[in-house]
């Protein structure tokens, strides 16, 4: 069973740094490209970040290019969201996200329950 | 960048009635890599329709997906009480992908 498990989310003041994970099992982790989506209270889904299988490609939404860095472990099937430069409006449920394939180019699959962050001004 | 636009935002609809909601996007949609996925509150979001008009293992026939380049329906032939929830477009043909607004399905 594909489990993806977040961790990291807190309360941050605005400008502060974040590092989410996201712990993966019961799937071959190396081959797949994962993404990170969240969702602001009452907003709808946003996407924010994709990583390659083998984490040569990265790509991110406008609002978080250039403050947030995707990278992940294969060794330890783990995923990770450093973010900095935090702001107010990047307040919301972050969830780790099992693409389809080993890139973007695939429907998105399997979903964590999320982990809250909060961006305090 | 795309932008995916739904419509309409709420549609409010009785069981047994037909669903049709409709995704725009800003930018042709490359190789129609147009999916469609569902979102009940407490839930994670569910594939339904990949490639604009492949629906997912285990998905009813009840759902449809048509379309392509920049204009994409979801169909919900006969609404059932598990349906009412909100529906979100995304592309994933480019880079940086991209999610509709949503549209909310309320049970009338």
């Known amino acids: 069973e594909v489990q993806l498990v977040e961790s990291g989310g807190v309360v941050v003041q605005r400008g502060g740094s974040l590092r989410l994970s996201c712990a993966a099992s019961g799937f071959n982790f190396g081959d797949f490209a994962m993404h990170w989506v969240r969702q602001a209270p009452e907003k709808g889904l946003d996407w924010v970040s994709v990583i390659s299988w083998d984490g040569g490609a990265t790509y991110y939404a406008d609002s978080v290019k250039g403050r947030f860095t995707i990278s992940r472990d294969n060794s330890k099937n783990s995923l990770f969201l450093q973010m900095n430069d935090l702001r107010p409006e990047d307040t919301a449920f972050y969830y780790c996200?099992?693409?389809?394939?080993?890139?973007?180019?695939?429907?998105?699959?399997?979903w964590g329950q999320g982990t809250s962050v909060t961006v305090s001004s | 960048e795309h932008v995916l636009t739904q419509s309409p935002d709420t549609l409010s609809l009785s069981p047994g009635e037909r669903a049709t909601l409709s995704c725009r996007a800003s930018q042709i949609v490359y190789s129609n890599y147009l999916a469609w996925y569902q979102h009940k509150p407490g839930q994670a979001p569910r594939v339904l329709i990949h490639?604009?008009?492949s629906r997912a293992t285990g998905i009813p026939d009840r759902f449809s997906g048509s379309g392509s380049g920049t204009d994409f329906t979801l169909t919900i032939s006969r609404l059932e009480p598990d349906d009412f929830a909100v529906y979100y477009c995304?592309?994933?043909?480019?880079?940086?992908?991209?999610f509709g607004q949503g549209t909310r399905l309320d049970n009338k």
């Open positions: 995304q592309q994933y043909g480019s880079a940086p992908l991209a």
């Open positions: 490639g604009a008009s």
């Open positions: 996200v099992k693409g389809s394939g080993y890139n973007y180019g695939y429907p998105l699959g399997h």
